[in-house]
């Protein structure tokens, strides 16, 4: 009577099959992990160097004065940043106008980063109350 000891080629390559969509499946998913990742830290860059100016009571006053501006964000080299004030409107109703907040007005910043220039801008807006 003969033994059968090991494997046959049909079994190792059916290993070999399974071990290669498996490690395919790790993969793709490791590296869609590490896209999601760099996508996250860009963002949080873009909204730390916004938190930062404006935070900025000095630099928010300016841009309040000059009703907008751009420019290179202060130590935070590669970032520029646009920023658009407008008259607060508060909107009523579907139907009606928006009201005009006296003494208030709407800052929006928008940051972008500069090496790239192709990314979309992450911007936030805040109120704020008319300089005297």
């Given at each position: 009577m003969k033994r059968?000891?090991?494997?046959?080629?049909?079994?190792?390559?059916?290993?070999?099959?399974?071990?290669?969509?498996c490690l395919a499946v790790v993969f793709q998913s490791f590296s869609q992990s590490m896209r999601l990742r760099v996508k996250a830290e860009s963002v949080d860059e873009a909204v730390q160097a916004a938190q930062n100016l404006l935070h900025d009571e000095a630099f928010v006053t300016e841009l309040l004065a000059r009703r907008g501006g751009s420019g290179p964000v202060p130590d935070a080299a590669p970032w520029q940043y646009q920023a658009r004030v407008e008259p607060l409107r508060w909107a009523t109703g579907s139907d009606q106008e928006p009201l005009l907040v006296e003494g208030m007005w709407e800052l929006t910043l928008?940051?972008?980063?500069?090496?790239?220039?192709?990314?979309?801008?992450?911007?936030?807006?805040?109120?704020?109350?008319?300089?005297?």
């Amino acid at each position: 009577m003969k033994r059968n000891e090991g494997f046959t080629l049909l079994e190792v390559l059916v290993a070999l099959l399974v071990t290669g969509i498996c490690l395919a499946v790790v993969f793709q998913s490791f590296s869609q992990s590490m896209r999601l990742r760099v996508k996250a830290e860009s963002v949080d860059e873009a909204v730390q160097a916004a938190q930062n100016l404006l935070h900025d009571e000095a630099f928010v006053t300016e841009l309040l004065a000059r009703r907008g501006g751009s420019g290179p964000v202060p130590d935070a080299a590669p970032w520029q940043y646009q920023a658009r004030v407008e008259p607060l409107r508060w909107a009523t109703g579907s139907d009606q106008e928006p009201l005009l907040v006296e003494g208030m007005w709407e800052l929006t910043l928008c940051v972008t980063k500069a090496a790239h220039g192709t990314g979309a801008p992450r911007c936030v807006t805040g109120w704020y109350r008319a300089i005297p």
